[in-house]
């Protein structure tokens, strides 16, 4: 149980060290006046201490364990040592550095869970470095979950100020999530989003919009019969279950701003369907949050930039906006797990 008088601190991972992960730690670090909770991050200190002086004029100090991170926030970026196997350049990405970048992410996952960080926000990725590392995972979600364990369901959420939306398919082909879109896995999702709603978000009766696959929601089968055969029946076993979930409604009319007043969420069933609306609403602050975790996991809804790298000209609004998120659905699950 978290102790709301005296907060753990978050626990930020590395991400890929030739992007821009550490300008957009350190960046966020400097905002630490704007309201952010502590955090410290997994990271190797001699990389970071050279990337806070150079963009923020900053200071990191080595810590030993995530207890002394609080005390150190106000006066400097406290790291806990994670070291890169070979140095790091800004856009050029080295295999040898692939373990401690999943090492970052498995350490700040059992920190969480022995009690003793708050919840995890993770820096971005580059899954092709970390596959040739034998990593077994599609990406940050599938690992999280095996790491919570194996009767685990990840669900990604993708939210910003007046959108969420939910991918019931997310990292395969557009064709192989037509392919392989169920009825089954589209009430998990609802589920599961209808729970994280209530619990993590604070909405006492969530509203969820079904987006259809079809355009037109099928035309009645004419473009499709996924609509009549998947999707309707799906949305009726969610409202037996007293879930308040309507649809399918056709994607092109569901997420201008009327729309967006109807509902809480959106299941959508392939990933651009749900990051296409979220990232033109709000490309710079869109946050990505796993649901089904037994442990509160966000991270910055983009990737590692390797065009900018190095430039100074990363954009940390989304790192900023994680670390709040992450803050106040592991406060709110306080309060309703005490």
């Not at 995972?137 to 910003?160: K, N, Q």
Request: glycine share 8%; proline share 7%.
């Amino acid at each position: 149980m978290i102790d709301e008088k005296h907060p753990l601190p978050l626990a930020v991972t590395m991400g890929e060290p030739a992007g821009i992960s550490g300008e957009i730690t350190c960046k966020a670090w400097s905002r630490r006046n704007e309201g952010l909770a502590p955090f410290f991050v997994i990271d190797d200190p001699d990389r970071l201490e050279s990337e806070s002086r150079r963009l923020v004029g900053g200071a990191v100090t080595v810590i030993s364990a995530p207890e002394e991170a609080a005390a150190v926030f106000a006066r400097a970026l406290p790291v806990l040592p994670e070291p890169l196997a070979v140095s790091s350049f800004p856009g050029r990405t080295e295999p040898a550095n692939a373990r401690a970048v999943i090492a970052s992410i498995a350490r700040a996952v059992a920190l969480v869970r022995e009690g003793r960080a708050r919840a995890v926000v993770t820096n971005p990725i580059h899954k092709k470095v970390l596959y040739g590392a034998a990593f077994p995972y599609p990406g940050h979600t599938e690992f999280l979950a095996a790491l919570a364990g194996s009767d685990v369901r990840p669900v990604m959420m993708l939210a910003c100020p007046g959108l969420r939306v939910v991918p019931v398919t997310i990292h395969v082909s557009l064709r192989e999530a037509v392919a392989t879109l169920k009825m089954a896995d589209i009430i998990a999702c609802g589920r599961i989003t209808a729970h994280a709603l209530a619990t993590d978000f604070g909405i006492a009766r969530p509203r969820l919009a079904v987006a259809a696959l079809n355009p037109h929601a099928g035309e009645g089968g004419a473009m499709g019969e996924e609509e009549k055969i998947l999707l309707g029946p799906a949305i009726a076993t969610l409202q037996a279950e007293g879930i308040d979930a309507f649809g399918p409604v056709s994607a092109d009319t569901l997420f201008h701003a009327k729309a967006r007043a109807g509902y809480d969420a959106v299941l959508c069933m392939y990933h651009d369907q749900a990051l296409i609306p979220l990232k033109t609403i709000d490309f710079a602050g869109g946050v990505n949050i796993t649901l089904g975790l037994p442990f509160v996991r966000t991270s910055p809804d983009h990737g590692t930039a390797f065009d900018i790298a190095g430039s100074g000209r990363a954009d940390e609004s989304s790192l900023v906006q994680a670390l709040r998120m992450a803050q106040a659905i592991a406060a709110r699950r306080a309060k309703v797990w005490t």
